[in-house]
Nanobody
Framework: QVQLVESGGGLVQAGGSLRLSCAAS????????MGWFRQAPGKERAFVAA????????LYADSVKGRFTISRDNARNTVYLQMNSLKPEDTAVYYC??????????????????WGQGTQVTVSS
């Protein structure tokens, strides 16, 4: 069993930056593929980024490529999402997720087994 707790959300102006963190419990964290998803009001949950256990394979949604960076620190059981050049359309609740089944970074939410409670990111124009 893995428990995930996100932090770092908040209100920021367009063009600003935020760094989200996701702290995971569980001794097998380092073997899981980790992902970030987001859900804006009235929209479906959407993939943002994912990273393999070694950090050697990452995947990004086209909408965030070049602006967001996912990374992980297995010693701290933490995954990060650095978000730069934020836009109002990035406003959403951001969720951290863990997959014990994936071998490479994946973008489908059904492939993830554990989810955090979410953290709100609001970007003002």
């Amino acid at each position: 069993q893995v428990q995930l707790v996100e932090s770092g959300g908040g209100l920021v102006q367009a063009g600003g930056s935020l760094r989200l963190s996701c702290a995971a419990s569980g001794r097998t964290f380092s073997s899981y593929v980790m992902g970030w998803f987001r859900q804006a009001p009235g929209k479906e949950r959407a993939f943002v980024a994912a990273i393999t256990w070694s950090g050697g394979n990452t995947l990004y949604a086209d909408s965030v490529k070049g602006r967001f960076t996912i990374s992980r620190d297995n010693a701290r059981n933490t995954v990060y999402l650095q978000m730069n050049s934020l836009k109002p359309e990035d406003t959403a609740v951001y969720y951290c997720a863990a997959s014990r089944r994936l071998a490479v970074a994946g973008s489908n939410s059904y492939q993830y087994d554990y989810w955090g409670q979410g953290t709100q990111v609001t970007v003002s124009s």
